[in-house]
């Protein structure tokens, strides 16, 4: 018997376990045994049942750019992987202090694309939400990042997203699996959005919603990720031509690189250039979800790539990692790399599914705005 199978077979009692407190809790709270808070304001929320790798951050850029047209918007965030604590408000913030050592990597990149958003982080979302009402009394929809286990505060609409190449059903609560809870706590969700669809592969919607056990009131989407161009971030890569950049060293701290990295060695393109090839990736360096760099590794990758080499070799990396990648302790060496971002969008499948998903969130959040 494989030994990965044995530990996992070893880790199932733990997972029971685990699975079972988190299903106590989740009762408790919907039966307001637990003291829970329903939201003053419409609250859509972007959750997951999975640890990390879903696509949350580019799925609540894209709610946001849905909502922001017609109301007035507010963002809350746990602000996972920050170095501050409580509560902090971006435009209550001076400027030159808004980084993700305060805010965390995922909303201060959101915060960059929407800079006149007003955007908090919060463990406690209960705080958070009224201390972002008192401060922006026009707000009349709240987008939470993340907050599906958070029973304490209770939003008026759940889009629950999960991944294609491992979505929650079968999947087991950690230790043996990656699941917060047991899958059975999707009955909770409005809609499921299963992400990360891969280019080019079909999907049966009737056998997608068999396998992940839906309601019937539970509306079904499926999205994959759109890569931009190559967009370059500092002098040392705004200064390259590309058409001369044929190698890639590639630095991450996501959950899953893979379409990224399938991505680059396909048709990556850069922003000043038309023409899509394949790039060829040198080397990567895999760090763990929301890695905090050091000086060390920075200058390790400086040295054994970009020192004194030619003008063929990038560093290229995601949105999420060049918010850490700007810390004041390395931001000297960066500034030598020619670093190169890849910013993600998120597409639906087909039209047909986009146009109802948009008419589904705009129309809960008018509705409740209608009743509050």
Not at 37 to 51: F, K, Q
Not at 77 to 103: C, F, I, M, W
Not at 149 to 154: A, E, I, S, W
């Amino acid at each position: 018997m494989p030994f990965k199978l044995i530990i996992g077979l070893l880790l199932v009692p733990f997972s029971l376990i685990y699975g079972c407190v988190a299903a106590i809790r989740r009762f408790l709270y919907r039966e307001r045994i637990l003291r829970s808070e329903d939201s003053p304001v419409p609250a859509v929320d972007i959750g997951n049942l999975a640890v990390g790798g879903t696509g949350k951050t580019p799925h609540t850029q894209y709610v946001i750019n849905l909502l922001k047209q017609d109301f007035h918007v507010a963002v809350l965030s746990r602000g996972y992987g920050r170095k501050s604590k409580g509560y902090h408000s971006v435009l209550q913030t001076d400027p030159q202090d808004r980084n993700a050592e305060l805010l965390g990597d995922e909303p201060f990149m959101t915060h960059l694309r929407f800079p006149d958003i007003p955007l908090a982080v919060d463990g406690d979302r209960c705080e958070g939400v009224q201390n972002l009402l008192d401060e922006h009394p026009e707000t009349n929809v709240i987008v939470l990042d993340d907050a599906y286990q958070h029973l304490r505060f209770r939003p008026t609409f759940h889009i629950l997203l999960t991944e294609y190449d491992r979505p929650f059903r079968p999947d087991m609560p950690m230790p043996a699996g990656k699941l917060r809870e047991f899958s059975r706590a999707s009955r909770f969700a409005d809609m499921v959005v299963v992400t990360k669809v891969p280019d080019g592969a079909s999907v049966d919607e009737s056998s997608w919603r068999y396998r992940l056990r839906l309601k019937p009131h539970q509306d079904l989407f499926f999205t994959r990720f759109r890569y931009e161009p190559l967009s370059p971030v500092t002098p040392a890569a705004q200064n390259l031509d590309p058409e001369t950049i044929r190698d890639v060293v590639l630095l991450t701290g996501i959950a899953n690189p893979k379409p990224l990295l399938d991505h680059l060695h396909r048709d990556a393109k850069f922003c000043v250039s038309t023409i899509a090839r394949k790039l060829n990736v040198m080397k990567h360096y895999a760090f763990p979800d929301h890695h905090t760099f050091t000086e060390k590794e920075i200058q390790s990758i400086y040295d054994q790539h970009f020192n004194n080499l030619g003008e063929r070799t990038v560093l290229v990396t995601t949105e999420k990692d060049w918010m850490r990648l700007q810390s004041a302790h390395i931001r000297n060496i960066v500034s030598l790399l020619p670093v190169f971002v890849i910013p993600v969008e998120v597409e639906f499948l087909t039209e047909t599914q986009r146009d109802t998903f948009n008419q589904t969130v705009i129309g809960h959040v008018r509705g409740k705005e209608k009743k509050s």
